[in-house]
T-cell receptor
Framework: SQTIHQWPATLVQPVGSPLSLECTVE??????LYWYRQAAGRGLQLLFYSVGIGQISSEVPQNLSASRPQDRQFILSSKKLLLSDSGFYLC????????????FGPGTRLLVL | AQKITQTQPGMFVQEKEAVTLDCTYD???????LFWYKQPSSGEMIFLIYQGSYDEQNATEGRYSLNFQKARKSANLVISASQLGDSAMYFC????????FGKGTRLHILP
């Protein structure tokens, strides 16, 4: 069966510091991968998605970036965090087959101080 | 463009009662999927149920059923015999190429 991992689970970082969040998927090949952000009490905002290694599409311009160095690894990064980057970050995957369900990782809570 | 509307920001329901969470959608595509997710306080997004636009029967998964009314563009989630553990945020979503989520309904089950 497929599983999706995210780490760290919780992170507290000062403004201006770098960020690296990692997401890995097991049990499937060539998944579509997604990064979402959820502000407190709000809905999900799609940040990036990837259909393959090295292929990244950005939905919202901001100081975040994403990379996919391996088929089942998706990384969210920032060189300098802003206060507004605080939130709950969710990684998700689905198959490249059309109207498929997305499955989510456990998420990372990021607090920028 | 796709759009999902969840008009109930919050609901309070007595334990063991049935719950209906409203969801309307807007899409110009003929082929699309409809989803419901549950997000407890831990934050994880748990997939509950899926309905394809060409499915003639309403989807069911245990205590969850999706009341799909295509002409009304409605995809309400029905939870039968609610339990305290059903207290959570619930998101409706649709997709053709990308998934679009509604803003969610916070459900509180009262003992």
């Amino acid at each position: 069966s497929q599983t999706i991992h995210q780490w760290p689970a919780t992170l507290v970082q000062p403004v201006g510091s770098p960020l690296s969040l990692e997401c890995t998927v097991e049990g499937t090949s060539n998944p579509n991968l997604y990064w979402y952000r959820q502000a407190a009490g709000r809905g999900l905002q799609l940040l990036f998605y990837s259909v393959g290694i090295g292929q990244i599409s950005s939905e919202v311009p901001q100081n975040l970036s994403a990379s996919r160095p391996q088929d089942r690894q998706f990384i969210l990064s920032s060189k300098k965090l802003l206060l507004s980057d605080s939130g709950f970050y969710l990684c998700a995957w689905d198959t490249a087959k059309g109207l498929e369900t997305q499955y989510f990782g456990p998420g990372t809570r990021l607090l920028v101080l | 463009a796709q759009k999902i509307t969840q008009t109930q920001p919050g609901m309070f329901v007595q334990e063991k009662e049935a719950v209906t969470l409203d969801c309307t959608y807007d899409t110009s595509d003929q082929s699309y999927g409809l989803f419901w997710y549950k997000q407890p306080s831990s934050g994880e997004m748990i997939f509950l149920i899926y309905q394809g636009s060409y499915d003639e029967q309403n989807a069911t998964e245990g205590r969850y059923s999706l009341n799909f009314q295509k002409a009304r563009k409605s995809a309400n989630l029905v939870i039968s015999a609610s339990q305290l553990g059903d207290s959570a945020m619930y998101f409706c979503a649709t997709r053709d190429d990308k998934i679009i989520f509604g803003k969610g309904t916070r459900l509180h089950i009262l003992p």
